[in-house]
């Protein structure tokens, strides 16, 4: 399968999807033209998945998450995803992984490719660590 063009089932219709099918940002308020290339939609999976909602954003409104291995994701998947994830840690844990992932967003607007990976690895390294979680000493 190609990804120019092709049907996915979100929200229960058929619609068409690929990097040929124009579209404008998901976001309310937002015009920016994009198409529904990977690159632009939320979460891991046209039509939605557990990572994401299936909408297509322009890169102003699609956000990095948390994780390495989690894909980027519109505002509100991504509160629903960090207010999940974030809820054991310590608040100095979430102090230093909000610092990198504001890290990380800095170097992708920058062009910065290996500082976003060296942020998110950071994040991530965090984000493992037994310490970093409330009630482990």
């Given amino acids: 399968m190609g990804y120019g063009y092709y049907l996915v089932h979100r929200n229960g219709q058929q619609i068409e999807?690929?990097?040929l099918v124009?579209?404008?940002?998901?976001?309310?308020?937002?015009?920016?033209?994009?198409?529904?290339g990977l690159d632009c939609?939320?979460?891991?999976?046209?039509?939605?998945?557990?990572?994401?909602c299936g909408g297509y954003y322009c890169d102003s409104h699609l956000y990095f998450s948390r994780r390495v291995d989690e894909p980027e994701m519109c505002k509100?998947?991504?509160?629903?995803?960090?207010a999940e994830?974030?809820?054991?840690y310590t608040p100095e844990a979430v102090a230093l992984i909000e610092d990198a992932t504001t890290q990380a967003e800095a170097a992708y607007k920058d062009g910065d490719r290996e500082g976003v990976v060296a942020e998110?690895?950071?994040?991530?390294i965090i984000m493992n660590n037994p310490r970093s979680r409330e009630g482990v000493t």
Avoid at 41 to 52: A, I, S, V, W
Avoid at 76 to 82: G, T
Avoid at 85 to 88: I, L, Q, V
């Fill in 17 to 19: 999807a690929g990097y």
């Fill in 120 to 124: 998110r690895r950071k994040a991530d």
């Fill in 85 to 88: 994830a974030m809820a054991s």
């Fill in 22 to 36: 124009p579209d404008i940002c998901n976001e309310d308020d937002c015009y920016q033209e994009i198409d529904r």
């Fill in 41 to 52: 939609l939320c979460g891991r999976q046209p039509g939605g998945d557990e990572y994401g």
């Fill in 76 to 82: 509100r998947c991504l509160a629903a995803a960090d």
